[in-house]
C-alpha cells in the first residue's frame, strides 16, 4: 500500500519548458517536503510546508516553487529548468506534533531529464 | 544549529561479518536521530530512530543503533551483514527544540557487502 506516491517516476522536459511533479499521501501528515537529490548525494531540502506555512530553503533558486492545496497533495514547479536541474525529486511527510516521532516517509522519487 | 556527520563514504565488509556505519551530530538542544535507507533509484526509507529512552535502538532488517550523548554519537550496527543489505545509509538529526519540522542529514555512506 503506497503511503507516499510520485507522479511521474520518470519526466523527461526541454531546456526552459515548465514541469511540474506531484506528490500524494495518505498518512494524513501535515508536512510534506521537496528535496533534490544528485548522484547518491544528501537529499537537499527545497522547501517544505508546515501545514499550510510555507518554508523556503534560503538557498532555494526563484525557478522552484511550490503548492500545497490541500493535506494531501503537494506539487513542485519547475518555471524553467535548466541542465543542472536533473536530479532526483523526493517528496516526504511527516507527523510533527506534541509526541510525534517525527521520521520522514519518502517517496520512490521523480528522475527528471532534461534535455 | 544542527549537524551530522557521517566520516566514511564507503565502507566494505564480507557477508555475515558485523558492520557498523557512523554518524556524530552536534545540536544546541537534545537530538532526534534517525537512520534511512536508500536503494538504487528509490526514495529513503526509515531504519530507526532514536527520541528518548534505552541508548540501544532497535529498528528493521536486523539493524541496531547506539545513541552516546557524551561522543555525540549515533552508529548505525548490524551483527551480520548481508549483500542485500548493500546500500547507501544517511544518518539524520532533528534539534527537540525546534518546530520547524526540519531534519539534516548526513552525506551519506555506500555499504558494500561482499559474498
Known amino acids: 500500500d503506497a503511503m507516499v506516491i510520485q507522479n511521474p517516476r520518470y519526466q523527461v522536459t526541454q531546456f526552459g519548458k515548465p514541469v511540474t511533479l506531484s506528490c500524494s499521501q495518505t498518512l494524513n501528515h501535515n508536512v510534506m517536503y521537496w528535496y533534490q537529490q544528485k548522484s547518491s548525494q544528501a537529499p537537499k531540502l527545497l522547501f517544505h510546508?508546515?501545514?499550510?506555512?510555507?518554508?523556503n530553503e534560503a538557498d532555494t533558486p526563484d525557478n522552484f516553487q511550490s503548492r500545497r492545496p490541500n493535506t494531501s497533495f503537494c506539487f513542485l514547479d519547475i518555471r524553467s529548468p535548466g541542465l543542472g536541474d536533473a536530479a532526483m525529486y523526493l517528496c516526504a511527510t511527516s507527523r510533527d506534533s506534541l509526541g510525534s516521532s517525527y521520521e520522514q516517509y519518502f517517496g520512490p522519487g521523480t528522475r527528471l531529464t532534461v534535455t | 544549529a544542527q549537524s551530522v556527520a557521517q566520516p566514511e563514504d564507503q565502507v566494505n565488509v564480507a557477508e555475515g561479518n558485523p558492520l557498523t556505519v557512523k554518524c556524530t551530530y552536534s545540536?544546541?538542544?537534545?537530538?532526534?536521530l534517525f537512520w534511512y535507507v536508500q536503494y538504487p533509484n528509490r526514495g529513503l526509507q526509515f531504519l530507526l530512530k532514536y527520541i528518548t529512552g534505552d541508548n540501544l535502538v532497535k529498528g528493521s532488517y536486523g539493524f541496531e543503533a547506539e545513541f552516546n550523548k557524551s561522543q555525540t554519537s549515533f552508529h548505525l550496527k548490524k551483527p551480520s551483514a548481508l549483500v542485500s543489505d548493500s546500500a547507501l545509509y544517511f544518518c539524520?538529526?532533528?534539534?527537540?527544540?525546534?518546530?520547524?519540522?526540519?531534519?539534516?542529514f548526513g552525506d551519506g555512506t555506500t555499504l558494500t557487502v561482499k559474498p
Open positions: 545540536v544546541s538542544g537534545n537530538p532526534y
Open positions: 539524520a538529526v532533528r534539534d527537540i527544540g525546534t518546530n520547524a519540522g526540519k531534519s539534516t
Open positions: 510546508y508546515y501545514d499550510k506555512d510555507f518554508n
